[in-house]
């Protein structure tokens, strides 16, 4: 069901076209340590310096949850059924097909943006996304962590006048 997805989405550090490459570096730590989420979060703020705040390691460390690859059994965090195919595999398609199951709205930008005839700007991302799936949000940015993400996915695009399928 759609209600089971999740709505807030974060980016990840390591700079805006680096999102899947540090996701694939989280699900290595994880898959070969016995972590906490406090671990985690310590191991995030020393590979990426300019992270200075544990409040924003912790958003972070939430990212690979969120999608469904990482979960929190007793404590420790561990990778899902999917996490170890994605890391596996470092398969692209799967991991978005992942995210796309887990984030809600990515099918339905992926969607909108095939069948638009023009290149579709974060407003008009936007507004399809309130119009069908009923979203307050009152900012671009989840729009635009969603659309940062996709284009990390290689599965869309940023032209000047906007985003268009890849």
Not at 63 to 78: K, Q, Y
């Amino acid at each position: 069901t759609g209600t089971s997805k999740k709505r807030g989405l974060w980016p990840l550090p390591g700079g805006i076209d680096a999102y899947v490459d540090t996701l694939f570096r989280v699900l290595d730590v994880v898959g070969d340590h016995k972590l906490t989420r406090k671990d985690l979060v310590r191991w995030l703020m020393k590979e990426f310096p300019q992270v200075r705040s544990e409040k924003t390691a912790g958003g972070y460390v939430n990212v690979p949850r969120a999608i469904g690859l990482t979960e929190i059994v007793d404590g420790e965090t561990f990778l899902t059924e999917d996490g170890r195919r994605v890391r596996e595999s470092r398969d692209r398609d799967l991991l978005y097909s992942v995210f796309s199951k887990n984030i809600l709205g990515i099918e339905e930008i992926m969607e909108f943006l095939k069948t638009a005839r023009e290149p579709q700007t974060e407003a008009t991302v936007m507004a399809f996304l309130k119009e069908n799936l009923g979203i307050e949000w009152t900012t671009f940015a989840q729009v635009n962590f969603r659309l940062l993400w996709l284009i990390n996915l290689g599965k869309v695009k940023k032209e000047v006048t906007g985003y268009v399928p890849a």
